[in-house]
C-alpha cells in the first residue's frame, strides 16, 4: 500500500492506493458492460435485518478493511485500487443476485450489502478479493451489526476490533511469497469441455437452496472413505452425466473446483488468494455408475489440490506477470493478452464451477444469532449453471445459480442424495413443490 495526495475536493489527508494482486489481474480485462465477476456470500440471521444499523456497521469497518473500500482506476500502464468514501452500499434486495457492480467511477467500492427479511448479503467484484477474503468481510460486517445491538462476544475466529489498524499481511499478495523464479514454465492447454447449454433467460438468475444435514452426508461419506468435497463434486458430474442421457458426450464433463490457499500456506490475507483445478470424467457410454466417477473425481481431486502442484500453478501465474514484456505494455495491450488466454484457458475447457466453501466458525456468543450462511456464484460466460457450497453447524448449504430456467441437473442432483438417506430442505425463487416431485 502506498499514499497519494488526495484530491482537493476531498477534506481527508491521504488516498490510499493498492496493486491489484495477481489473480485478480483478469477480472478488469474480461469484464463487459453488461456483465462482471460478482459473487456473493450471505449470513442468515435468527430476526429481521435492522437497514440503518446494518448501514453504520459497513460505515464503521472501512479504516480497518481499506482493501474493499476501493474504485478501480486505469493507468497507462496498470489498473489500481484507489480508495473512495462513499459507505452507501446498504440496499433493499429487490432484484435477482449478483448484478454487475459499478466499476471504474463514482466514488462507491465495488461491492454491496444487500438485505431482505432476516437475510445480509455482500455482493462483490472478483477484483477485490475471493470467497475467503468475502467471508471474513461479512462476518465482520455482522459481528459490528450485532455489537451495535448489544452483544457481546470475543474478537475470535477471524472476527476483528473494528478499531484496531489494518496489518500489513491483510493486505498482501500472497502469490508473490510462493513465486519460484526457477520453476520451467508449463504448457497450461486443455481441451475443451462439455458445455451445459440450456435456454437462457435475459435479467434472470434461477437460485435454489438445498440444506443437508452435515451428520447424515458425514456417515455416507465416512462409508465411502472419501471427503464432503470429494462426495458432492463426484455426485454434481453424475449430475450431468444423467441430464446429458441417452445422448453421451465424447468430452469431459468437467468441474472446475477452487482451493483455497489460506488453508495450505497459513496466509491471512483478505485479498485473492484462490486457485482452481479442473476434475473432468469421460462418461462416454450410457452406463457409468456413481461409483466409477467417484473413484474418478478422488483421484483427480487428490493430484489437483496437492500443495506443490498449487504452489508451482502460483508460482506460474507470478512469473507470468513478471514477464518484462507484459509489464511495459499498456493496458490496452494487457487486456487483449489476458482476454486471449481467458479464451484459450477459461470457460471452454470446464463444464461449471464447485465451490465448497467448508466450515465457517464465529465467535462464542455470535452464533445463537445466526441460523446459516449462504454462497452463490454468478454466472461466467460460458458457465450458465454454478454451485456452491458452505458449512455451518449442522447445515450444509448447496446452492444452485443457473440464468436459465431449466433445473433438470440441480434436481437429479438432489434426488441422487435424497436417495441416499440425506434430507433436504429446499429453498429456491421457484415453485418449491414443482422442484420437490422428483424428490
Same mark, same amino acid.
Not at 502506498?2 to 488526495?6: G, N, V
Not at 470457460?347 to 465457517?360: A, E, K
Not at 441437473?409 to 438417506?421: A, D, T
Given at each position: 500500500m502506498?499514499?497519494?495526495?488526495?484530491p482537493q475536493?476531498?477534506?481527508?489527508?491521504?488516498?490510499?492506493?493498492?496493486?491489484?494482486?495477481?489473480?485478480?489481474?483478469?477480472?478488469?480485462?474480461?469484464?463487459?458492460?453488461?456483465? +462482471?465477476?460478482?459473487?456473493?456470500?450471505?449470513?442468515?440471521?435468527?430476526?429481521?435485518?435492522?437497514?440503518?444499523?446494518?448501514?453504520r456497521a459497513v460505515s464503521d469497518l472501512k479504516e480497518r478493511f481499506p482493501t474493499f473500500y476501493v474504485q478501480l482506476k486505469v493507468g497507462f500502464f496498470r489498473y489500481s485500487l484507489v480508495e473512495v468514501f462513499d459507505t452507501d452500499v446498504v440496499i433493499p434486495e429487490?432484484?435477482?443476485?449478483?448484478?454487475?457492480v459499478v466499476v471504474g467511477s463514482g466514488q462507491k467500492p465495488m461491492f454491496r450489502v444487500l438485505y431482505i427479511k432476516n437475510r445480509v448479503s455482500l455482493e462483490v467484484f472478483h477484483v477485490l478479493t475471493d470467497g475467503g477474503g468475502a467471508l471474513c468481510f461479512l462476518k465482520n460486517i455482522v459481528a459490528r451489526y450485532l455489537e451495535l445491538l448489544g452483544c457481546r462476544f470475543d474478537k475470535t475466529d477471524g472476527v476483528v476490533d473494528y478499531t484496531e489498524e489494518p496489518k500489513d499481511y491483510e493486505t498482501e499478495d500472497a502469490f508473490k511469497s510462493l513465486y519460484q523464479k %526457477?520453476?520451467?514454465? %508449463?504448457?497450461?492447454?486443455?481441451?475443451?469441455?462439455?458445455?451445459?447449454?440450456?435456454?437462457?433467460?435475459? +435479467?434472470?438468475?434461477?437460485?435454489?437452496h438445498g440444506l443437508l444435514r452435515v451428520d447424515e452426508l458425514k456417515q455416507l461419506t465416512k462409508a465411502k472413505g472419501v471427503t464432503i468435497t470429494e462426495y458432492l463434486t463426484a455426485a454434481y458430474i453424475y449430475a450431468f452425466y444423467l441430464d446429458m442421457l441417452p445422448r453421451i458426450s465424447k468430452k469431459e464433463i468437467r468441474i472446475s473446483v477452487p482451493c483455497e490457499l489460506r488453508r495450505l500456506f497459513d496466509f491471512k490475507t483478505v485479498r485473492n488468494c484462490s486457485l482452481y483445478t479442473n476434475i473432468g470424467v469421460h462418461a462416454d457410454r450410457p452406463d457409468y455408475t456413481f461409483d466409477e466417477i467417484l473413484a474418478e473425481t478422488v483421484a483427480k481431486l487428490k493430484e489437483g489440490? +496437492?500443495?506443490e502442484t498449487l504452489r508451482r500453478i502460483a508460482s506460474m501465474n507470478t512469473k507470468d506477470t513478471n514477464l518484462l514484456a507484459f509489464r511495459l505494455?499498456?493496458?490496452?495491450?494487457? +487486456? *487483449?493478452?489476458l482476454k486471449v488466454g481467458f479464451a484459450l484457458f477459461g470457460?471452454?475447457?470446464?463444464?461449471?464451477?464447485?465451490?465448497?466453501?467448508?466450515?465457517?466458525t464465529v465467535p462464542k456468543g455470535m452464533e445463537e444469532h445466526i441460523d446459516h450462511f449462504e454462497f452463490m456464484l454468478g454466472s461466467t460466460p460460458n458457465s450458465m449453471l454454478n454451485c456452491g457450497t458452505v458449512t455451518f453447524g449442522n447445515i450444509i448449504n448447496v446452492t444452485f445459480a443457473c440464468v436459465s430456467e431449466a433445473v433438470n441437473?440441480?434436481?437429479?442432483? *438432489?434426488?441422487?442424495?435424497?436417495?441416499?438417506?440425506i434430507h433436504i430442505r429446499i429453498q429456491s425463487n421457484i415453485q418449491t413443490e414443482t422442484f420437490m416431485e422428483a424428490l
Open positions: 502506498i499514499l497519494i495526495p488526495a475536493n476531498n477534506t481527508h489527508k491521504d488516498l490510499k492506493i493498492f496493486d491489484l494482486d495477481i489473480p485478480s489481474n483478469i477480472y478488469p480485462a474480461i469484464k463487459t458492460k453488461k456483465w +462482471n465477476q460478482v459473487f456473493r456470500v450471505s449470513a442468515v440471521l435468527k430476526q429481521d435485518v435492522q437497514p440503518q444499523v446494518l448501514a429487490n432484484d435477482y443476485p449478483c448484478l454487475p %526457477e520453476l520451467k514454465r %508449463e504448457a497450461r492447454k486443455e481441451p475443451a469441455a462439455y458445455r451445459y447449454r440450456p435456454a437462457y433467460k435475459e +435479467n434472470y438468475l434461477n437460485v435454489i489440490l +496437492n500443495k505494455s499498456p493496458v490496452f495491450m494487457k +487486456n *487483449f493478452y470457460p471452454r475447457i470446464m463444464t461449471t464451477n464447485f465451490s465448497n466453501f467448508g466450515i465457517v441437473v440441480q434436481r437429479h442432483f *438432489f434426488k441422487f442424495l435424497s436417495e441416499q438417506g
